[in-house]
């Protein structure tokens, strides 16, 4: 008989969760971490969550760190252009030549694309989409006196 425990481990530790954490922060996904075989799987950490203070909190800026990893990656991916082109042999004795390998290009892009998606929903401040509003147009309002704009508000609020 052995003494190993049989299944994962469920029993939470600091050092587990930070390690857990830490492979979050680098960009990996929870599913990818938890796969190695001396951390929990994904249904105990989710359990966690709701059991373990602090928790929590540790994993939602770990999430959040991530977002500045994968736009690191953004960037390692943009860079790489090692398969960007591939050797095609023209005809069955033809010459081989040099082709745009556009599979791969547009890969590329998914990664990418699927990066920025998930940074701009971790860290929206940062990554996220800017909005504006700008207004344009005059509301015939500059060129009045105190007075007629007095006048002005209270039409107004009689009208509601």
Wanted: hydrophobic share 30%.
């Amino acid at each position: 008989m052995t003494d190993k425990p049989n299944g994962r481990p469920s029993t939470y530790t600091q050092d587990i969760a930070d390690e857990i954490c830490a492979g979050l922060a680098e960009g990996k996904s929870l599913r990818t971490v938890c796969s190695a075989n001396h951390l929990p799987c994904v249904k105990t950490v989710f359990n966690w969550f709701r059991t373990k203070d602090g928790f929590l909190q540790q994993y939602t800026r770990a999430k959040e760190e991530s977002a500045d990893a994968l736009t690191d990656e953004m960037l390692d991916i943009a860079d790489d252009g090692t398969n960007d082109w591939a050797t095609q042999q023209l005809g069955e004795d033809g010459p081989e030549v040099e082709v745009l390998n556009k599979e791969h290009i547009q890969r590329s892009k998914l990664r990418i694309e699927t990066r920025k998606w998930l940074a701009s929903k971790l860290k929206p401040k940062r990554y996220g989409d800017k909005t504006t509003t700008e207004h344009t147009g005059n509301l015939g309002l500059t060129d009045m006196s105190e007075d007629a704009l007095d006048a002005k508000l209270a039409e107004l609020l009689k009208s509601q």
